[in-house]
T-cell receptor, first 114, second 114 residues
Framework: AQSVTQLGSHVSVSEGALVLLRCNYS??????LFWYVQYPNQGLQLLLK??????LVKGINGFEAEFKKSETSFHLTKPSAHMSDAAEYFC????????????FGGGTRLMVKP | EPEVTQTPSHQVTQMGQEVILRCVPI?????FYWYRQILGQKVEFLVS????????KSEIFDDQFSVERPDGSNFTLKIRSTKLEDSAMYFC????????????FGDGTRLSIL
């Protein structure tokens, strides 16, 4: 069975500061990993994904994440936070042995202070 | 950019009543999914659907739930006899491929059971 843990249900940063959202996963097979963002009253929008190849992946809105197998981590970062980044962020792992179902972490609500 | 659309955005239903949630996946996508998110909890997988049959389903997806693709565009989730604990946000997702292609999510239907 796969699982995802996101450390910190709420993260608050100042505008212009580094954003770091943590994600650790457990998977019995090489994982496919995803970060999704959810703005209020909207669905889940894909930020970035890791499947194979380069371990540092870049996504939309200046976000990137690094897959570290030894640490079973896939942390999301952005060098400089913007007010529009305030949202809920979900890390997910895909189970290729079960129809590609996504297992999500509990989510991290990012707040950006002016 | 094509998107997954879900209707209605909010559904209020009396306990014990049947409810049908509707989704129009992206037109060239072949794999379809339902997830739910109870307020304050994780996004949870319900069911995946491919080639007009269920590929995988979770423990949540019991006999009260069913899915159908009644025509070439719609994908529906039916709950036969709703319970209070069915109150949640329900998300539909679709993908063109099973593994490497990311899932695209709709904005969700908020289901409130009274």
């Amino acid at each position: 069975a796969q699982s995802v843990t996101q450390l910190g249900s709420h993260v608050s940063v100042s505008e212009g500061a580094l954003v770091l959202l943590r994600c650790n996963y457990s998977s019995s097979v090489p994982p496919y990993l995803f970060w999704y963002v959810q703005y209020p009253n909207q669905g889940l929008q894909l930020l970035l994904k890791y499947t194979t190849g380069a371990t540092l992946v870049k996504g939309i809105n200046g976000f990137e994440a690094e897959f570290k197998k030894s640490e079973t981590s896939f942390h999301l970062t952005k060098p400089s936070a913007h007010m529009s980044d305030a949202a809920e962020y979900f890390c997910a792992v895909s189970d290729r042995n079960a129809g590609n179902m996504l297992t999500f972490g509990g989510g991290t609500r990012l707040m950006v202070k002016p | 950019e094509p998107e997954v659309t879900q209707t209605p955005s909010h559904q209020v239903t009396q306990m014990g009543q049947e409810v049908i949630l509707r989704c129009v996946p992206i037109s060239n996508h072949l794999y379809f999914y339902w997830y739910r998110q109870i307020l304050g909890q994780k996004v949870e997988f319900l069911v995946s659907f491919y080639n007009n049959e269920i590929s995988e389903k979770s423990e949540i997806f019991d006999d009260q739930f069913s899915v159908e693709r009644p025509d070439g565009s719609n994908f529906t989730l039916k709950i036969r006899s709703t319970k209070l604990e069915d109150s949640a946000m329900y998300f539909c997702a679709s993908t063109e491929g099973q593994f490497l292609a990311p899932q695209h999510f709709g904005d969700g239907t908020r289901l409130s059971i009274l």
